[in-house]
């Protein structure tokens, strides 16, 4: 499939799965018409998406369903006489049956692989079905009209054992694709009005009641709801959604509904992009699915050029028939896509959105650790750290005093000094006039004092009090608050870390990474603070191209890189490392395209956590390719010394997929921390 589009001129890169097929192109050079007379050339059928097609594949999968059934009915029947036959029971009964019957079986439970075989002969490709069929029809050769039925009941069989596995590996991707509703309530003149999503428009209102799921994302503009948003962010804790919050579609609004403003619909949402870039995943393919699906294409020649020289030694043509049929290309194939998917589709549910299966193979091979501070280790915004009352003032006056000076002014410090104040349940006071002076700070008049708050610059001819050094060495920002022209204190400002950052980077440290280092465009005395802090290395007063330097330098050395980032400054060296990381990706445009993996929610202990799926997945994956080798090899050795007969090779052709199956799926049953 991958070759015959790829051969399309305009076609940059093609990647096929099961399902569908992911196509990268120059629309000015290639069309979908050229595209699908290519892959119908090569011997494929292609369905786009119009009416014509939408009205026919009911009727096609209905048919396909009662063929299927109808073949593995009497498969199951034959089956169960040859095994009688073998006990020696029912020997007489099965040649009893004459040969058409045998045949008209044959051609109604095996003609559609059979029509898929002659198509790809006709082109000169050799498939799994090829060396089944060839061996079958050794069978036929031989008088094993029996044997040769049940090669087709396993053919079938092993063809739902595929299919079934890899619709069980990408359950997780579909169920969560499921959670997206078709439908909204949108008010319209003060009458509520249910509609497909596909009619919604961005800027109309729509209605949420208790219990609903959230249609799209918006901004509320009323009414008071707890939002489930576990869909979007792995997290299990509601959280509280009034006026002026914003929500995101396929959550759950309860105890309480919500009026919304259509801000995304549909695909623009931030959960119609996650399900987006999970369904794309599967064409980031890791290094190892590529090394497989190469091997899969020189399997099938080796098995025939094994099955001729078995046959030229033994002169066995029951053996050689076995030859062809024990074999199990397939599996070489599913081995790494099955663990990628199924470790993508679980990620999806946690709020892990990973790009596909080379960043998970990637993660496995990380030795180099780069960190931004602000708004990653950090949580992105200024709060009081420290208060030093002085005059006679206690810090709760002291914080009321600054808070209600600051109460007009839209300085990031000035949010920090309300928020304390309103974090201990402190009431403002009014304000008689208030001045910014720029440079300095402000000046109001708070119950008939003057209350200045600001900067060392307003404090320059004062004294400082010995604490406001040490805070300072720790990188703090310190706020002098005076009241008619005496100091009364001093506020510390600082953008703190995260709390459970110490405990995830303790963590990382146990996972073989060699270097952990901060990157940032903070001050030197604020970078050292944190990274002594936490027992790392650090580089400051860094320039985001500076930051996609640092990257390349550890690169050009050999070293795999893993940036963790917020997604917006640090967008250029995301892109640059090896992984790139965004953390806190819910609802930001920005960290969602440029990450190759993005956390979903502010969570700095998911990040040991991925490195720990990575490597659960990489051993998964080289269990099942271990596997597959030592099964086919096995097979191939007792099938070409005569010890497996045609019927038995049949039946364990199939097994390999159910032990990839069984191995891949302990990745779904992957269960949250904490």
């Not at 040769?148 to 596995?165: N, P, Q």
């Not at 359950?171 to 596909?198: C, N, S, W």
């Not at 193979?361 to 009081?384: H, S």
């Not at 604490?467 to 008619?484: H, I, P, S, W």
Request: hydrophobic share 50%; aromatic share 6%.
């Amino acid at each position: 499939m991958e070759r015959a589009i790829q051969s399309v001129p305009g076609v940059v890169d093609a990647v096929a799965s099961a399902e569908k097929t992911v196509i990268r192109l120059d629309p000015t050079k290639a069309n979908l018409t050229d595209i699908k007379k290519a892959i119908v050339k090569a011997g494929h059928s292609v369905s786009l998406p119009n009416a014509e097609s939408a009205s026919k594949t009911p009727l096609g999968s209905f048919t396909r369903s009662i063929l299927t059934l109808f073949g593995l009915v009497f498969g199951a029947v034959l089956f169960i006489v040859v095994i009688g036959e073998w006990l020696g029971l029912l020997g007489a009964a099965t040649r009893k049956i004459p040969w058409p019957l045998w045949l008209l079986v044959m051609l109604i439970g095996g003609y559609p692989v059979f029509l898929n075989v002659l198509r790809k002969a006709l082109r000169g490709r050799i498939i799994s079905h090829t060396l089944m069929t060839v061996g079958m029809l050794a069978a036929i050769a031989v008088g094993e009209w029996a044997a040769a039925v049940i090669v087709v009941f396993f053919m079938r069989v092993g063809d739902y054992v595929e299919h079934f596995t890899e619709e069980r590996a990408r359950r997780a991707v579909k169920d969560l694709a499921a959670l997206a509703p078709q439908t909204a309530r949108v008010e319209r003149d003060g009458v509520e009005v249910e509609l497909p999503i596909a009619q919604v428009r961005v800027g109309q209102t729509v209605i949420v009641r208790p219990g609903e799921r959230i249609p799209v994302d918006g901004l509320v503009t009323g009414g008071q709801a707890t939002i489930d948003q576990s869909t979007i962010t792995g997290e299990s804790m509601p959280v509280e959604a009034g006026p002026g919050a914003n929500v995101f579609a396929a959550t759950i609004a309860s105890l309480g509904s919500l009026r919304i403003r259509v801000g995304h619909v549909g695909a623009d949402t931030t959960f119609g992009r996650v399900i987006r870039l999970v369904e794309e995943a599967e064409g980031n393919r890791a290094d190892m699915q590529r090394f497989a699906d190469r091997f899969s294409g020189y399997f099938l020649p080796i098995v025939s050029v094994i099955a001729l020289l078995t046959y030229l030694i033994s002169r066995n043509p029951l053996a050689t028939a076995a030859v062809l049929v024990v074999v199990c290309s397939c599996s070489f194939a599913l081995a790494t896509p099955l663990a990628m998917i199924a470790s993508i589709g679980a990620g999806a549910r946690r709020g892990l959105l990973i790009k596909g299966g080379k960043y998970l193979e990637a993660l496995n091979r990380v030795d180099v650790l780069l960190l931004d501070k602000t708004g990653t280790l950090t949580l992105g915004r200024p709060r009081i750290t420290d208060i030093i009352s002085l005059a006679g003032f206690t810090e709760n006056e002291l914080l009321v005093m600054a808070a209600s000076a600051e109460r007009y002014s839209e300085h990031p410090l000035a949010d920090a000094v309300r928020s304390a104040a309103l974090e201990r349940g402190l009431p403002l006071h009014d304000t008689e006039s208030f001045e910014a002076i720029p440079g300095l700070g402000v000046r109001a008049r708070v119950n008939n004092r003057t209350v200045e708050v600001g900067s060392h610059t307003l404090a320059a001819k004062m004294d400082y009090p010995p604490d406001v050094t040490n805070l300072e060495a720790q990188g703090k920002t310190m706020l002098f608050v005076f009241c008619d022209g005496k100091l009364a204190g001093v506020l510390a400002a600082a953008d703190t870390l995260r709390t459970e950052v110490p405990t995830a980077i303790a963590e990382l440290r146990t996972l073989r990474i060699k270097h952990i280092k901060l990157i940032t465009g903070d001050n030197e005395r604020t970078a050292a603070h944190l990274a002594e802090t936490l027992g790392i290395e650090y580089l400051a007063n860094l320039l985001p191209e500076d930051k996609i330097t640092i990257v390349k330098e550890y690169q050009a050395k050999g070293h795999v890189v893993v940036m963790v980032g917020d997604g917006v400054n640090d967008a250029p060296a995301l892109a640059q490392a090896d992984v790139g990381i965004a953390m806190g990706a819910a609802g930001t445009d920005i960290a969602v395209e440029a990450a190759h993996i993005a956390l979903m929610r502010e969570d700095w202990l998911l990040v040991p956590e991925l490195f720990r799926i990575a490597g659960h997945t990489m051993g998964v994956v080289k269990l099942n390719l271990v596997f597959t080798g030592l099964y086919n090899l096995a097979g191939l050795t007792l099938a070409a010394f005569g010890l497996l007969p045609v019927t038995l090779a049949a039946a364990l052709q199939s097994l390999p997929d159910l032990g990839i199956l069984a191995n891949s799926s302990r990745l779904l049953r992957q269960k949250n921390r904490g």
